[in-house]
Structures are given as structure tokens and as C-alpha cells.
């Protein structure tokens, strides 16, 4: 917590009146967030590349991390056989349903990615439905369903002109070529695996929310 005062008073300056104490517990619970978040990756990062080697989780260290022994605790900690029953308990506690949905927006919010879909729209607001596949979905190189669905969709719009008998090439810039926006597909969408599509495409509670505002 001294570096959290630290920051507070070297990065940030406040208006006159504000409250500084709840400023200060606003951004410890999201340094606590985020803390929890690194950890994770931490340890996925292992598991993917040593298994359950933790010699070698030792050793590779997070990069944020800057005392290694505190590290080297932490590897201990996950080796026990109580952690590791608490780890399986909230895996099974997230899956058991079959219906899990993240949430993969990152530390952008929600009117920044609203933003985001608006201008591959041309400027057009995307659908409730849109937004909400495009928060809880999981990335494929990057990008959600969604991105990849509205990039498609305008690269297409911006193919080659039209061949004309009179010119030879269709004006881009006359009225006469029609601006089609496309209408979403949940169906066509490009998800990263059958079972994430499945969250949004067969099951009815999700497909009766989608519909909502769409």
C-alpha cells in the first residue's frame, strides 16, 4: 500500500473538493483487480509451457514482479493440495453449467468499444446484441465475432468499382451505388469454438436477451 500513496501522490492530482480517500479506494480495489487478473496469466503462462513442472515456474518470473522470493512463494502456494482443490471447486463452480460467460473487454469500457463498433458501422450504432457478443466474447487473433463479422462486411463494401459501359469505372462518390448495411447473423459469425458459439447461437435464455433492443 505504500506504493499505492506513492502513485496517488507522484501521478495523480485531484480538483479542489474531491474526495481523495475514495479515490484512493477506488483505484486499490482496481489495482486489486488487476493484481488478481496478472496472477492468473501468470499461472496459465506456466501451466501451457511446464505443466506442473514448479522448478521451472520458479524461474520464470512475471515481469511486474520484482522481488523473485515473493514469486517463489507464490509457486509454493499453488502446489499445495488445498490450493489446488479450491482451484478445481471454482473451475467446476464456473463450468458446471455449460453456459459460462466471460466477460473479454479488457480495461476499455463499454462506451469506448460502443466507439469502436461505430466507426466499422461507418458510423451507424451498433445493436445491443452486437455490443453484448462483442463484450463476453472470447478473441480469436485479437479480435471478437463481431469485429471480424463488420470488417468482412465492410471490406466487401469497399471492393472494386463497378465496370460501366459509358466510362469504363463506376464513380465511387455518385448516388447511384447503394450503401446496404447488412443485417447481423448470429449463425454466420466466426466464434473460436463450437462451444462458444453454442452460448450464443442455441441457447434460447441468451438468444431472448440478444433480441432485446436489437
Not at 475514495?22 to 487478473?37: F, H, P, Q, T, W
Not at 515473493?70 to 482451484?87: A, R
Not at 465511387?172 to 454466420?188: F, Q, R, S, Y
Request: charged share 25%; glycine share 6%.
Amino acid at each position: 500500500m505504500e506504493y499505492v500513496s506513492f502513485f496517488l501522490k507522484e501521478k495523480f492530482r485531484y480538483r479542489d473538493g474531491e474526495d481523495v480517500q475514495r479515490c484512493r479506494e477506488v483505484l486499490e480495489a482496481i489495482a486489486a483487480k488487476r493484481y488478481s487478473g496478472e496472477l492468473h496469466e501468470a499461472r496459465n503462462n506456466c501451466i501451457k509451457k511446464f505443466g506442473r513442472n514448479i522448478p521451472a515456474w520458479k524461474k520464470s518470473v512475471p515481469h511486474w514482479c520484482l522481488t523473485h522470493a515473493y514469486w517463489h512463494g507464490l509457486c509454493d502456494i499453488f502446489d499445495t493440495d488445498e490450493w489446488q482443490e479450491v482451484s478445481k471447486q471454482n473451475h467446476d463452480n464456473r463450468t458446471t453449467s455449460g453456459l459460462t460467460v466471460s466477460h473479454y473487454a479488457g480495461c476499455a469500457s463499454a462506451h469506448q468499444h460502443f466507439g469502436k463498433l461505430k466507426n466499422l458501422k461507418n458510423g451507424e450504432d451498433p445493436t445491443m446484441r452486437e455490443l453484448y457478443i462483442h463484450l463476453h466474447c472470447r478473441r480469436d487473433k485479437g479480435k471478437s465475432p463481431i469485429e471480424t463479422h463488420l470488417e468482412a462486411v465492410k471490406a466487401r463494401q469497399s471492393g472494386p468499382a463497378e465496370i460501366t459501359d459509358d466510362n469504363g469505372v463506376m464513380d465511387p462518390n455518385t448516388e447511384e451505388i447503394p450503401c446496404v448495411t447488412e443485417e447481423l447473423d448470429v449463425n454466420c459469425l466466426q466464434f473460436p469454438n463450437t462451444r462458444i458459439k453454442a452460448v450464443y447461437v442455441s441457447c434460447p435464455m441468451y438468444i431472448n436477451f440478444l433480441n432485446l433492443n436489437t
